[in-house]
């Protein structure tokens, strides 16, 4: 079960680096004719998490949207970051209550 969390959040933290990275091409070309905006769509992952996706959309690139775009890619990330960081805590303290024989090899 706390592996299974801590594969979660990584997996929001990678797709919401993808994301990061459509913003920083899409700003990247602001200026290009003929430019495609990248996207990017999260999915459910098979077995849990979720994986992003890249496309390519209609139009060109505004900025105040992709500003937008980047800070809420932030904050997903922290997020994600945060359900990692109390995961990873509570396998240190499950493996902390056990008799060191019994530990997880990971944790030694």
């Known amino acids: 079960m706390i592996s299974s969390i801590i594969t979660t959040a990584f997996s929001g933290m990678a797709a919401q680096q993808k ?3 459509a913003v920083a091409h899409n700003i990247a070309n602001v200026d290009t004719p003929n430019y495609a905006r990248k996207t990017v769509e999260m999915v459910s992952a098979p077995g849990g ?3 992003a996706v890249a496309r390519e959309a209609e139009g060109g690139v505004d900025l105040a949207s992709e500003l937008t775009d980047m800070v809420g890619a932030k904050m997903a ?7 990692m960081e109390t995961g990873m805590d ?8 056990l008799e060191p024989k019994d530990r997880d090899e990971r944790w030694r």
């Open 19 to 21: 994301r990061l990275d």
């Open 49 to 51: 998490g979720v994986r």
């Open 77 to 83: 990330y922290q997020a994600n970051l945060a359900v």
């Open 90 to 97: 509570m396998w240190d303290a499950l493996m902390s209550a």
